[in-house]
């Protein structure tokens, strides 16, 4: 049996970190917005309007205006990668709790489309649904921003909620296509959603809906928050009619979590690859990928759900790192590191992308139960040195993950 120093254990455990960060930037690098949109321009008409929305709409309109130059263009993203950019108006709006600035975000994006005297490109990303609220009827931003509040607490999937926060907009299902009719519309999608679901990427704003009013009245009442959100809510779902047939659009899907994760498993030259997406409860999921793992390196992607019981802070990937330290060592395993991030480079509410772990994290961490009753995985990761802290990625594809085991 080999036996390292501590000096030796530190530097294969760097190693191992170092490695993890590649293979993770390997699949950010493989979303990259510029990249992707570049690759989809050749057999497109010139626009007479370019709309970007989402955390990726600055790389993907960059990439538009340098084929399209003059064209009027308007870009929605988040705070941290909202950059002026020539050709454009940018607008920075709120994630993932919508605000006031992308209402009017989104007015204007509703006041282009309908002014438009020709083709319309629409570039659409993870993130644009909280960026672009556009309230139905008789809706507020305020009714919005408590029902987006209780949602991100519910611990429901990403389809889910978005079939919820179509109901109640004029913009997503569909509204897009509504205002820019009779102009066709030629929308090019990075997709962060689990299955590439048209309908649910920043929730659908040039694809059908997912569902109904009714549906969307269910999906609440069974998560106990029918009685929780604004009455106004209540009653615009509960009138709700059939909404007309929309008009014909062209979706092109040009860059996905699945993408990302087999750009991973090149870069890693040999890996085993978990074949199905990671969802639900971080604590299941935890489970499931130690279940899977192999010694060498496992990679996976996904979306997994928390239901927020505590006041604390974190983020589904910080959290399902934590769990993942914790059936390692439940398991008994001796060497091993362990990174799990958003592509987007923001786990929650946090300026951290995930965490990374290894078999040395817990026993930093003065009392982990506590903080993980009270979601405060932030505090428990940055006792362990643990937090991911990439900044802005300028895309977003959902999460990845990378595990490697020395035997």
């Known amino acids: ?210 569902g109904t009013a009714a549906q969307a009245e269910t999906l609440l009442r069974d998560a106990n928050l029918w009685d929780r959100v604004p009455p106004s809510v209540r009653d615009h779902l509960a009138q709700a009619r059939p909404a007309p047939d929309l008009p014909a659009a062209c979706n092109i899907l040009i860059g996905s979590n699945g993408q990302s994760v087999a750009a991973m498993a090149q870069a890693a030259g040999v890996a085993h690859v978990i074949a199905a997406p990671v969802t639900g409860d971080v604590a299941d999921a935890a489970q499931l990928i130690c279940d899977q793992a192999r010694p060498g390196i496992t990679l996976w992607g996904g979306e997994t759900t928390v239901i927020l019981q505590g006041t604390g802070r974190g983020g589904r990937n910080q959290e399902l790192a934590l769990r993942i330290a914790i059936a390692a060592a439940d398991r008994g395993w001796g060497d091993w590191t362990c990174l799990q991030a958003g592509s987007d480079g923001r786990d929650g509410p946090t300026d951290a992308a995930g965490g990374i772990v290894d078999q040395d994290s817990l026993s930093k961490i003065a009392d982990l139960a506590p903080l993980l009753a009270n979601n405060d995985s932030y505090t428990a990761l940055a006792q362990a040195d643990g937090l991911l802290l990439t900044g802005a990625t300028g895309t977003n594809v959902a999460d990845l993950g990378v595990l490697i085991r020395r035997g």
Request: net charge neutral; with cysteine; hydrophobic share 50%.
């Open 1 to 210: 049996m080999i036996h390292l120093t501590q000096a030796e254990k530190r530097s294969d455990m760097n190693d191992m970190r170092s490695t993890a960060r590649r293979l993770f930037d390997a699949g950010v690098q493989a979303a990259d917005p510029v990249a992707a949109v570049t690759r989809h321009l050749d057999d497109l008409p010139a626009p007479a309007l370019i709309v970007a929305v989402g955390k990726a709409a600055r790389g993907m309109a960059q990439a538009a205006l340098a084929r399209f130059s003059g064209v009027p263009a308007i870009v929605v993203t988040n705070y941290e990668n909202a950059q002026p950019l020539d050709g454009a108006e940018v607008f920075a709006a709120g994630h993932p709790v919508p605000d006031e600035s992308g209402a009017k975000a989104a007015q204007a994006v509703i006041a282009a489309l309908c002014a438009a005297q020709g083709p319309v490109l629409a570039l659409i990303s993870g993130g644009g649904s909280a960026l672009l609220p556009a309230p139905a009827g008789a809706l507020t931003l305020a009714d919005k921003i408590a029902v987006n509040n209780l949602l991100l607490a519910s611990g429901l999937d990403i389809r889910a909620m978005n079939l919820i926060r179509q109901q109640l907009s004029d913009l997503k299902g569909g509204g897009f296509l509504r205002h820019a009719a009779p102009n066709k519309v030629t929308a090019l999608i990075l997709s962060d959603v689990v299955g590439d679901d048209l309908s649910a990427i920043a929730s659908g704003p040039t694809a059908p809906p997912i």
